[in-house]
């Protein structure tokens, strides 16, 4: 395996990648999508189904996603009807009986769960490679659905990422004391273990625990529970971004249903998780990035991290 340097994440990693919510693609609706340097087409067929596409035309180049409609399980470009499948393949020229054989487009790997299309990328077109998890809270009755948001940063996603090993941050960025602290690593997992007090902006304190896992470069979910009075909460968010283009992230937060909650102390709630985003969003968009850092004995690990995320440079 070639060694990688720390510096060089060029391209975007391997992984799963959100890139819609749900309720954004009714059936035979249609988005289109700006990620990985590419345009893409994602699209709900009749029989329920998302498929995400190439989003240029390969005839003349129009882009289906602005215009684009849905026959079946197939999508008909706005310029000259072209019609597509979801494997990519054009099926119908209205004005023509044969078909170039090369008239198709790129496809890519979906998984819509939990309420969320994710897309895997990978630079060579390669197969996923781990699978994103199935949340048991989703769909409850006894959780309130996603309150979801997007937000585009200037910045690298390895930026994003370090935050789940950088201890020393919370005090400073979010006011936060860390009690207990700890990071494990396995395989496509990072997984950030953490309890100890906030002082949310309304005022008060509420002592707090939360486990945040990666799935992989681009997929976190955070299960946060707030003692005693705040309800539990559970965040999902991803982002990615090459040396060129900012990252997008597309968050999302779910709460307990709580009989003391109440509509104002949930927004509340959600209100100071982004604020704390926010505030780790300045320190983002205005860094350079150390490599090597200068690190001192009580960081967290962060070189630790640095390895792990470069395991999705390295493409099979
Ligand atoms: S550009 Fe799509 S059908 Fe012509
Ligand atoms: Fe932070």
């Not at 029989?47 to 035309?57: A, E, F, K, T, W």
């Not at 005693?228 to 968010?237: I, L, S």
Request: with cysteine.
């Amino acid at each position: 395996v070639a060694k990688r340097r720390f510096d060089d994440f060029e391209g975007f990693p391997r992984g799963w990648f959100v890139v819609a919510f749900s309720d954004e693609l009714p059936v035979s609706g249609t988005l289109q999508l700006h990620y990985f340097d590419r345009e893409l087409v994602a699209y709900r067929g009749e029989d329920g189904v998302v498929r995400i596409l190439d989003g240029h035309c390969p005839h003349m180049g129009a882009s289906m996603g602005a215009g684009g409609t849905v026959v079946g399980t197939s999508i008909v470009c706005p310029f000259h009807r072209w019609r597509f499948e979801g494997d990519g393949r054009c099926v119908e020229i209205p004005y023509c009986q044969e078909i170039p054989k090369k008239a198709a487009v790129g496809t890519w790997p979906v998984i819509e769960r939990n309420g969320l299309v994710h897309l895997w990328y990978h630079p060579k077109g390669g197969e996923p490679e781990f699978d994103v998890p199935t949340l048991p809270n989703h769909g409850s009755s006894e959780w309130l659905p996603w309150r979801h948001s997007r937000i585009r940063i200037k910045t690298h996603s390895k930026e994003i990422v370090e935050n789940v090993v950088d201890i020393a941050h919370f005090e400073p960025v979010h006011g936060t004391h860390v009690g207990t602290f700890d990071n494990e690593f396995k395989g496509h997992l990072a997984i950030q273990r953490n309890s100890g007090i906030a002082y949310p902006r309304g005022g008060g304190k509420d002592r707090f625990a939360l486990e945040a896992t990666y799935y992989g470069p681009g997929f976190q979910i955070s299960d946060m529970r707030g003692v005693p009075a705040q309800p539990a909460c559970e965040r999902a968010h991803d982002g990615r971004r090459r040396d060129a283009g900012p990252a997008v992230r597309r968050g999302a937060e779910a709460q307990r249903r709580q009989r003391r909650a109440t509509r104002r102390s949930r927004k509340g709630y959600i209100d100071n998780l982004t604020t704390g985003f926010l505030e780790d969003v300045r320190i983002w968009e205005n860094k350079a990035y150390r490599q090597p850092p200068l690190l001192c004995k009580a960081d967290g690990p962060i070189m630790k991290l640095r390895k792990w995320y470069s395991q999705f440079y390295d493409a099979a």
